[in-house]
C-alpha cells in the first residue's frame, strides 16, 4: 500500500509579547485551525529589531508566554530567539526552522496587519518570501493602505485561499480575517497596568495572576 506522506505545516508567530494577550492566543489557535496547521510556534524576540527595549526581560516575557499556552493543543513557545545575541531577525529565525522541518515543509510566517504594513523597513525582506509564507492576520482599527515598497516587495505575491497557499512551500502571501479579531493590543495591558486598573478577560487568568503577584508593568515613583 502505497502512503502519502504530508508535508509538515509549520507557523511561526514572533512577537514582543510584552506581555502576551489573548488577542494574540485566540489568533494562534485560530490560525492552526484554519491553516491545517501541525504546530504554530510562537517566538518571543529578545531583541525586537524595530523599537525600543520592551519594558520586562525576555525570560519574563517567555515565562509569560508558557504559562499563556499552558497545554494548548498544537502551541508551543519557542525560546530559540533568547538564544541568539544581536536583534532577533525573523529572517535567522525562519532559516532555522527551515533547516529543522526540510525543504518541503510548508513554512508560513504570520504577523498582524500592523507588523506587515512596516515589513519593507525588515532585516532582508525577499529572504522572508524565500524561506516561508506569509499570512497577514487582520486586526480591528488597522487597515490602512499599503506603502509603495511593500507593494513592490509582495507584487504577485498575494493568493486567495488556503489550498493554493499550501500548494508550495514558501513564498505566497495570505490575508486572513479571523473569526474573532480582538481589539486588544500589549500597549493598552501595560496603560492599564501602569495605572492600576483592571486587564481582567485581557489576558489569560495564568498571566494575569503572574504579572499581579511580581508587581510587573507597575509604575514605578
Ligand atoms: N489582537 C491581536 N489580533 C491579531 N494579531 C495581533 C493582536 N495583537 C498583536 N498581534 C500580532 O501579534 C504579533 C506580535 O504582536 P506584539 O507582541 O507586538 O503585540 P502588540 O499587542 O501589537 O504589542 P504593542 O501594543 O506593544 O505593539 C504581531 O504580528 C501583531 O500584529
Ligand atoms: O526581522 C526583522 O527585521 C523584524 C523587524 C520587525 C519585527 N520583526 C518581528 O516581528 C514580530 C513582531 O514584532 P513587534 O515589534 O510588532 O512585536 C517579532 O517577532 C519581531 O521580531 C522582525
Avoid: C, K, N
Wanted: aromatic share 4%; no cysteine.
Amino acid at each position: 500500500m502505497s502512503e502519502t506522506i504530508q508535508a509538515p505545516r509549520i507557523a511561526m508567530l514572533g512577537g514582543t509579547f510584552d506581555p502576551v494577550h489573548l488577542g494574540h492566543l485566540r489568533s494562534a489557535v485560530e490560525l492552526h485551525e484554519a491553516l491545517g496547521l501541525d504546530r504554530v510556534h510562537m517566538i518571543p524576540a529578545a531583541q525586537p529589531p524595530l523599537r525600543g527595549a520592551p519594558q520586562i526581560s525576555p525570560q519574563e516575557r517567555l515565562a509569560l508566554l508558557r504559562l499563556g499556552i499552558g497545554d494548548t493543543p498544537g502551541l508551543v513557545a519557542d525560546p530559540r530567539e533568547l538564544e541568539r545575541q544581536g536583534p532577533s531577525y525573523s529572517a535567522d529565525t525562519l532559516a532555522e526552522l527551515r533547516q529543522a522541518y526540510g525543504p518541503q515543509a510548508r513554512l508560513v510566517m504570520a504577523l498582524g496587519h500592523d507588523a506587515f504594513l512596516r515589513l519593507a523597513d525588515w532585516h532582508a525582506p525577499e529572504r522572508l518570501f524565500a524561506l516561508a509564507h506569509l499570512v497577514v492576520v487582520d486586526r480591528p482599527d488597522h487597515e490602512d493602505a499599503l506603502p509603495a515598497a511593500l507593494a513592490e516587495l509582495v507584487d504577485g505575491r498575494e493568493v486567495d485561499d488556503v489550498a493554493t497557499l499550501m500548494a508550495a512551500p514558501s513564498g505566497r502571501l495570505l490575508r486572513l480575517r479571523l473569526p474573532s479579531r480582538m481589539a486588544i493590543s500589549a500597549t493598552e495591558v501595560r496603560r492599564r497596568l501602569a495605572e492600576g486598573r483592571s486587564v481582567h478577560y485581557l489576558l489569560p487568568e495564568a498571566v494575569e495572576a503572574r504579572i499581579l503577584e511580581r508587581g510587573l508593568y507597575r509604575r514605578t515613583r
